[in-house]
Nanobody, 123 residues
Framework: RLGESGGGVVQPGAPLILSCRPAGFAFDYGVIGWFPQAPGNELEAVSCISNRRGKTYYVDSVKGRFTISRDRAANMVYLHMNNLKPEDTGVYYC??????????????????WGQGTQVTVFS
């Protein structure tokens, strides 16, 4: 299963770091993505990363503010979120496709999902 942590309630401009641990999985290829879900919004990746090569994708709205990284030795993936905005609010799900051989970031590409961690940004 995937375990997320690091959500919280912050003011605009504050940072947060989300962590994802694909516990029980040992994988060389694959991709990990972060998907925020807010009421009324379509599920879309804000960022994803390929495990083997570390290739990354960011949606335009978070470019320059969010950074995704992975620690292969620790089997962890992180989402560093800076300069948070109210529109970043949502439940952030970590998801994985452990067999992907390229960077894939569409929700339907992912087989395993975590339970989500809440991020709330408000003044």
């Amino acid at each position: 299963r995937l375990g997320e942590s690091g959500g919280g309630v912050v003011q605009p401009g504050a940072p947060l770091i989300l962590s994802c641990r694909p516990a029980g999985f040992a994988f060389d290829y694959g991709v990990i993505g972060w998907f925020p879900q807010a009421p009324g919004n379509e599920l879309e990746a804000v960022s994803c990363i390929s495990n083997r090569r570390g290739k990354t994708y960011y949606v335009d709205s978070v470019k320059g503010r969010f950074t995704i990284s992975r620690d292969r030795a620790a089997n962890m993936v992180y989402l560093h979120m800076n300069n948070l905005k109210p529109e970043d609010t949502g439940v952030y799900y970590c998801a994985a496709d452990f067999e992907a051989r390229g960077l894939r970031c569409a929700p339907n590409d992912y087989d395993y999902w975590g339970q989500g961690t809440q991020v709330t940004v408000f003044s």
